[in-house]
């Protein structure tokens, strides 16, 4: 099983592994956008990586990526 910073480089096309910084300001924003706008998992977490990874969409990996709620899940146990 991979870690959740490997998930969410793959996810979001990062060139590195997201900082534990990083990941917890992702999921505030995820959550912001769930439970505030109404937004589903996975729109909101497009739009959360967008706001927080600056290299947001720099790599393609071709490899299955988790769900959003998979992911929060995760890097909310972190």
Not at 53 to 76: C, K, N, Q, V
């Amino acid at each position: 099983m991979s870690t959740i910073e490997h998930a969410l480089r793959i996810k979001y096309g990062l060139y590195n592994d997201p900082s534990d910084a990083q990941i917890k300001k992702w999921v505030d924003r995820v959550r912001f956008y769930i439970d505030t706008e109404g937004k589903s998992g996975e729109e909101s977490g497009q739009l959360a990586a967008k706001e927080v990874f600056s290299e947001y969409g720099s790599m393609a990996y071709f490899s299955e990526a988790d769900t959003i709620l998979a992911l929060l899940a995760a890097a909310e146990k972190k």
